[in-house]
């Protein structure tokens, strides 16, 4: 399964919204009704850290501003109102089987 | 608190073979359900899911990396150990290890938490 995200780079403003797309290549729908997607934040210079999973599940800790939606193979994040600690890169992994696969990220820039 | 920490070589010679150890703490290796799994991100580059091994010691392997990957762990130590053969330039990455625990449907969950990453640089 090949996840493909876009855009490839955003350039966003404080306070507004932003919007990040991922595509799969099969449907991450399982049997149990769950969609195996995770979006993930790498912060410069840091490790990723988790903030959906399950495609709308906020992580432990992870501000409500972040939320995920989608089903089967088009999947995206919202950011309702971006703040400057949201900079970094975006990426997504589906999580449905092996190999788990992860998207070419998305980097989110302050304008 | 999970913690996770990667520690081995910086650098390696091509055609050597690299062997990281993740070691982990406040959680068990044995501990039904719970994986740990290698990524790895090449400088300015995207995460590349290498390998995942699981409490009852089923192990996962990315196929891009062609049986040159092996993963193992050692329950007394607390360590996952990732050994990569036949390292190349292209190896040249950060890797890190995390932590895969169960989810609500009690399957593989997310990647929640990582280690701080081990720079790896392969060049003679």
């Given at each position: 399964i090949v996840t493909t995200q876009s855009p490839l780079s955003l350039p966003v403003t404080p306070g507004e919204p932003a919007s990040i797309s991922c595509r799969s290549s099969q449907s991450l729908l399982h049997s149990n009704g769950y969609n195996y997607l995770d979006w993930y934040l790498q912060k410069p210079g840091k490790s990723p850290q988790l903030l959906i999973y399950l495609a709308s599940r906020r992580a432990s800790g992870v501000p409500d501003r972040f939320s995920g939606s989608g089903s089967g193979t088009d999947f995206t994040l919202k950011i309702s109102r971006v703040e400057a600690e949201d900079v970094g890169i975006y990426y997504c992994m589906q999580a449905l089987q092996d190999p788990l696969a992860f998207g070419g990220g998305t980097k989110v820039e302050i304008k | 608190q999970i913690t996770l920490k990667e520690s081995g070589p910086t650098l390696v010679k091509p055609t050597q073979t690299l062997t990281l150890t993740c070691t982990v703490s406040?959680?068990?290796?044995?501990?039904?359900g719970v994986g740990v799994g290698w990524i790895r991100q090449p400088p300015g580059k995207a995460l590349e899911w290498l390998a995942l091994i699981y409490w009852n010691d089923d192990k996962r392997y990315s196929p891009s990396l062609k049986g040159r990957v092996a993963i193992t762990k050692d329950t007394s130590k607390d360590q996952v150990v990732l050994t990569l053969t036949n390292m190349d330039p292209a190896d040249t990455a950060t890797y890190y290890c995390a932590h895969r625990g169960w989810d609500i449907a009690a399957r593989p969950g997310p990647f929640d938490v990582w280690g701080q990453g081990t720079m790896v640089t392969v060049s003679s």
């Open positions: - | 406040g959680f068990s290796l044995s501990t039904g």
